[in-house]
């Protein structure tokens, strides 16, 4: 059976942090999350794969090229404009027939999700989980093991049962796509529902795992997930009175200075310099090239590649983007917060800050919880961030 991954979309809710990466390329345990997605078809033994790519597409091509290296066969279909899971679906229409799997390439799915999915033995069928926030997704009624119905994003409470965007659909689907998208509706899960008298679609079950990012801050669950699979590998250097406990994986090259304390789960990348005397507690992970000076303390948090955290600092539920930079002292504790996105504001029970790529603090800096900083920000010494800021933006 062949697969096709839907990794065309920004992340429009994810800004700051998909400035220069799609949104299935932010790394999660130090891991672009498409590669979870590809990962787990290829256990299952799917190996020819289709990823359909639109927004900044070079950045997905140039990573997986032709597929070989993570066990796969890949061939790219481009998604002009981002008009939808539907659409985008359509756009590889003519690289598919009979039955194929359909998968977002924005969630992290593991080998027996996909598995439970693939050995359903109905098609069209579709992964469905329960979810305490359905308003955020289609959510499915269901009778005598048959979806029935589809509400996107409803306002009222109809079921906690969701789509998770995972489906073993045939061709014919692409017949309700064409009606769709030439009345001016793009979502794939419209297509779902406008199918389900013709083609009755089986809901599926899994234990497995299915987690997706939709805003910033589940950056941290999914990273938490996925560092709770940790295949340990320690290398690099770790000096004299450092204290390891818990799955803690080092990269090549890295140093861990002396007095470090580090409580897994925890992943660190290749080419680090981290202490002395730094803490950093469980589920953090920290990518390449990555300097953390003495005294600073990190928890549950993702610091991407070339991030670099002066001494005397505290950072707690943040993710940083590439190249974010700070002088010593900054505070970016993490704490139950209202968080504005758009015109909207999210209650999230624990968050610190999300800073875009290449922003740089001065010393003494202070970030409110639940603030969200743009790329390529300037703060000075001594400044208290209480609201999000802008790309660009400057702080004097």
Known sequence: MKAVILAAGEGMRLRPLTVSEPKVMIPVANRPVLEYVVDALVKNDVHDIVVVVGYRKERIMSHFEDGKKFGARIEYVVQEKQLGNAHALSCAKDRL?????????DNIVDKRAVGDLLNAGACPCA???ESENPSKYGVVTIEKDTIRGVVEKPHDMISNVILTGLYVLNDKVFKHIDQLI????YGLSNAVQASLQELPVKPVFSDGLWI????PWDLLELNAAALEH???RTSGKIESQVSISGPVGIGEETVIRSGTTIYGPVLIGEGCEIGPNVTIFPSTSIGNSVSIEPY???KNSILMSNCSIGAHSYLSHCVFGYGARSQSHLMGPGAESFVNIGDE???????GSIVGEDTSFGSGV???PGTIIGAGCKISSAAKITRNLPNRALVT
């Open 97 to 105: 027939s009979g039955e194929f799997m359909v998968l977002p390439g």
């Open 182 to 185: 030439a009345s001016g509706e």
């Open 212 to 215: 997706d990012a939709v805003y």
């Open 296 to 298: 600073t303390v990190i």
């Open 230 to 232: 940790l295949s340990v």
């Open 127 to 129: 992964l469905v989980v």
């Open 345 to 351: 504001f999210y209650k999230v029970p624990h968050m």
């Open 366 to 368: 202070v970030i409110e």
